[in-house]
């Protein structure tokens, strides 16, 4: 049975003026309730007001609204995840301090409250997991430039700061790239990989998974995998890759591509997909590598991908992985954005699974305004067996960018190939929004 593919244009009709560059998404369904959907990008409020606007289904992505449920005024980074109880969890940044804020149980229209607040972070980029009517959240973050976690093994329903502890995850190096990112398993296991680097200006690092058996309950967290050759916490899966900082594919920086995700039936089973360039022919390429041992040995490359970003695994419940991620390429001489979603069942080892190009955009226009220009990462979920996620992608409304066909709420002219203001005549400039998209019937 071929796969059901449903891609809309999260913003509303009512902002159908608006010309931001909405790059950087981030998505989270709601596993009580997967009718409820949540979205972050870099969009301004429309109102003008204070808290920053997340986009919000109630009806399992079909419409969205803007909620004005994030304290920060247009938040560098923000990043969202349901725990259990309907319970939101996000982590922003602003002017350099990372927030972690909390809905208990996630209402629409009511601004989530802070639970910590912490100076000198970048990224942050928050993970939770309903265990046993318990929340597991985990923040991964450079901490002044230093590879961390902040968190919590019971974060619902605790005051402030709600059990929030803080890690350092690298006893190699004291820089880090800024992606750091965690897999939940229901059994406590938890895995975060990064980067560590080693050599600078022309940067070097190694790709190292660490592993905690006890979600961070213990004396000396993420320690649990050690590595033979220097017997310091932390396997590299490899010791030393070229990571493409400060490169563009396109009109998008690269060289900070992470992800990281385990089989839910299974906490050995764990994958991990990452950037490393350049070399000949491609500025970033993407590795996906497979484990079968909880994290002690890795399989050689699963999958690679040439002058592509923004990595994000997911694994289903019947254990399809899935890959997302953007890729640059040239057609008859033109740039494009090909947003991809690879699916495989055995782990790409003899077949190469499905392949679905969910977009395929222009990325000659419009010109970037800031970066990252469609974001530093895209996201992908598994809910049961279903795939849910987001992209940023240029916002032409032309059907032919869009192979399994795409909806749009704000006002369009497909025929035409225009975006409409909100009397349905004014022409309004292309740019860039998220995409949501669901995979059923997998």
């Not at 972690?100 to 409250?113: A, H, K």
Request: avoid cysteine; charged fraction near 15%.
């Amino acid at each position: 049975m071929a796969p059901l593919v449903q891609v809309v244009n999260m913003i509303p009709r009512s902002a159908s003026g608006e010309t931001h560059q909405d790059s950087e998404p981030q998505l989270t369904v709601n596993p009580t309730n997967p009718l409820e959907i949540v979205g972050t990008a870099f969009t301004p409020d429309p109102s003008g007001g204070s808290p920053s606007p997340g986009y919000v289904s109630l009806d399992g992505g079909q419409t969205w609204n803007l909620s004005p449920v994030l304290p920060d005024v247009l938040a560098n980074d923000q990043s969202v995840r349901f725990g259990g109880g309907s319970t939101l969890y996000a982590a922003t940044l602003h002017a350099g301090s990372m927030t972690i804020l909390r809905s208990s149980p996630f209402r629409p229209n009511v601004v989530m409250q802070p639970l910590v607040q912490r100076p000198s972070i970048d990224q942050p980029y928050i993970f939770a997991l309903d265990v046993g009517g318990k929340d597991r959240v985990f923040t991964g973050s450079t901490d002044s430039g230093r590879a961390s976690l902040h968190h919590s093994a019971d974060a619902r329903t605790a005051n402030p700061p709600a059990g929030f502890k803080h890690a350092l995850l690298d006893p190699r190096s004291q820089n880090n790239s800024p992606s750091i990112r965690t897999a939940i398993h229901s059994d406590d296991t938890v895995y975060a990989a990064y980067f560590s680097w080693h050599q600078v200006p022309v940067t070097k690092a190694a790709v190292v998974v660490a592993r905690d058996n006890a979600s961070g309950t213990g004396g000396a967290p993420f320690t649990a995998l050690t590595d033979g050759a220097d017997g310091l916490p932390g396997i590299r899966v490899e010791k030393s890759v070229p990571i493409p900082w400060f490169d563009f594919l396109g009109q998008q920086r690269v060289g900070s591509a992470l992800s990281i995700a385990v089989d839910p039936m299974d906490s050995a089973t764990v994958y991990v997909a990452w950037g490393e360039g350049p070399k000949r022919g491609s500025v970033q390429t993407l590795r996906v590598r497979r484990s079968t041992n909880r994290g002690a040995t890795w399989s050689k490359n699963r999958l690679s991908v040439s002058n592509a970003t923004n990595p994000a695994l997911a694994i289903t419940d019947a254990g399809k992985v899935g890959l997302l991620y953007q890729r640059l390429v040239a057609n008859q001489g033109q740039p494009r954005w090909q947003t991809h979603l690879r699916i495989t069942s055995d782990g790409w080892a003899t077949k190469p699974g499905l392949d679905i190009v969910l977009a395929d955009t222009p990325e000659d226009a419009p010109t970037y305004k800031f970066d990252p220009y469609i974001g530093d990462y895209a996201d992908l979920e598994a809910v049961g067996q279903d795939f849910f996620g987001v992209f940023s992608a240029h916002n032409m409304p032309d059907p032919a960018n869009f192979p399994y066909g795409v909806v749009y709420q704000r006002n369009h002219d497909f025929g035409r190939r225009l975006l409409l203001d909100v009397d349905q005549q004014t022409i309004v400039p292309e740019s860039i929004d998220p995409f949501f998209f669901h995979l059923s019937q997998l």
